[in-house]
């Protein structure tokens, strides 16, 4: 045991609380500083996934939105090609009936009961218009819609001032034909009369027109008794939707004297309104479509703009030939509509003659009506006041009656076992009656 020192342990305190804050201060940034990577890197994933998400969604909307063009296009081509089909159809329809037009189908036949319509062989439609106006390309153009032909026979163009000009019928296999009466309204002061001989069949297609220049005067020779079938019984006026005249008012003026003779003998024509490219806006139409209706004398619904088939125009359009068809449909109904007010004048002043005839027999003391030294149309026409016969039916049976010469009511008593026949079952009955009544048969 030494001297018994101890030894004594001596510690040194060393303060480690600044570096073990610093160092969990360091840890902490650097878990902050990684989260917040983390965040930024969680957010550009996020936005990628969203723009990716967007990028798909546009695409797909672009896919739907080709997808749905292309089956609108195709509806669309389908829908025209339709609408093509149905138009063709129509246009076909509408042809044949032209080619198989019988008088009286358009306003229908028994609207001419009573009435003596044997005669109504066929229907003219006068094409009148000045010159310039379109008025030859109408004509071809009805000519290649109605015959499905790529062009027409119509001249291009006429002035208008020949001194010799020939009427010419167009669409002659047709019922109606169209008669192009070269150019008119062209403002002389003989046209109103060349306008009614031509409305009357007194000048006839084959026959030349002489429009007298200057100094120079020949006679017009004449058709002093054309047969009904040759006059006009419809009229289409051809205008220049930028006519000067038109527009001026004086084209209205102009024609008043044709309008009075349209009107005076039942036609209502059509108007062609040519040229409409050269108006400028749908006001300029209006007025044009207006001036051209008050100055022909036409209803609006028998007022059409036109597109003609033109040489600088010969593709064909079936919408032009739509066009075509509607106006010569209205001009065949006007014509019809016409011929039956024609008709009914010619039968009241047949009617009008008979009586006044009748009432001169009796005023006279002469031969009377029913008497048996009578004339056989007289008789009849004596008893078509009591048994509302038909003007049509006696002109018929008198025809008859004519070719076995029998003209008096005797000879009529005579024969009447073998002209019976002539008549109509009622009517031959009811004259039976009267003949047996006065004795001249038994």
Same mark, same amino acid.
Not at 367 to 393: G, H, I, M
């Given at each position: ?18 570096? =073990? $804050? ?5 840890? /902490?940034?650097? %878990?902050? *500083?990684? +989260?917040?990577?983390? &965040?930024?890197?969680? !957010? ?20 739907? =939105? $080709? ?5 609108? /296009?195709?509806? %669309?081509? *389908?829908? +025209?090609?339709?609408? &093509?089909?149905?138009? !063709? ?28 319509? /044997? ?324």
């Amino acid at each position: 045991m030494g001297s018994g020192k101890s030894k004594e342990t001596h510690y040194t305190y060393v303060d480690n609380t600044a570096a =073990q $804050r610093r160092e969990a201060e360091e840890r /902490e940034a650097r %878990r902050l *500083e990684n +989260e917040r990577k983390q &965040r930024e890197n969680d !957010e550009r994933l996020r936005i990628a996934r969203e723009k990716a998400e967007e990028e798909r969604r546009r695409r797909e909307q672009l896919r739907e =939105q $080709r997808e749905s063009e292309i089956a609108e /296009e195709e509806a %669309r081509r *389908e829908a +025209e090609e339709q609408k &093509r089909l149905e138009l !063709e159809a129509e246009l076909c329809r509408r042809r044949d009936q032209l080619f198989n037009y019988k008088f009286g189908d358009k306003t229908r036949l028994d609207n001419f009961m009573g009435l003596n319509i /044997e005669d109504v062989t066929q229907l003219r439609i006068g094409v009148f218009g000045p010159t310039g106006s379109g008025k030859s390309c109408f004509i071809n153009t009805c000519e290649r819609a109605v015959r499905e032909t790529d062009r027409g026979s119509a001249p291009d163009s006429t002035t208008g001032q020949e001194g010799t000009i020939t009427l010419q019928d167009y669409l002659p296999e047709m019922f109606f034909h169209l008669v192009d009466t070269r150019g008119f309204f062209n403002y002389n002061s003989n046209e109103n009369i060349e306008f009614q001989n031509i409305l009357f069949g007194k000048i006839q297609p084959g026959d030349n027109i002489h429009r007298s220049n200057a100094g120079e005067s020949k006679t017009q020779e004449m058709h002093q008794c054309p047969e009904f079938r040759q006059r006009m019984h419809g009229i289409i006026i051809v205008v220049k939707a930028n006519d000067p005249r038109l527009t001026e008012g004086a084209l209205k003026d102009y024609l008043k004297p044709v309008r009075d003779v349209l009107r005076k003998n039942g036609i209502a024509p059509i108007t062609v309104i040519t040229h409409q490219d050269t108006l400028k806006t749908e006001e300029d139409e209006k007025d044009a479509f207006d001036e051209a209706s008050a100055a022909t004398g036409s209803s609006p619904s028998h007022t059409f703009f036109m597109w003609n088939y033109t040489k600088d125009n010969r593709s064909r359009n079936p919408e032009i030939e739509r066009m075509t068809f509607d106006i010569l449909h209205y001009a065949l109904m006007t014509a019809e509509r016409a011929v039956k007010i024609m008709k009914q004048k010619e039968k009241n002043k047949e009617e009008d003659e008979v009586m006044k005839a009748l009432d001169g027999v009796t005023v006279s003391g002469h031969v009377a009506p029913d008497s048996a030294d009578a004339s056989v149309e007289v008789f009849l026409r004596f008893l078509q006041k009591e048994y509302q016969w038909s003007t049509n039916s006696i002109k018929v049976a008198l025809s008859k009656l004519a070719k076995d010469d029998i003209t008096t009511v005797k000879v009529l008593a005579m024969t009447w076992g073998e002209v019976r026949q002539h008549f109509p079952t009622g009517m031959s009955r009811m004259i039976e009656k009267e003949l047996r009544k006065r004795d001249m048969i038994h």
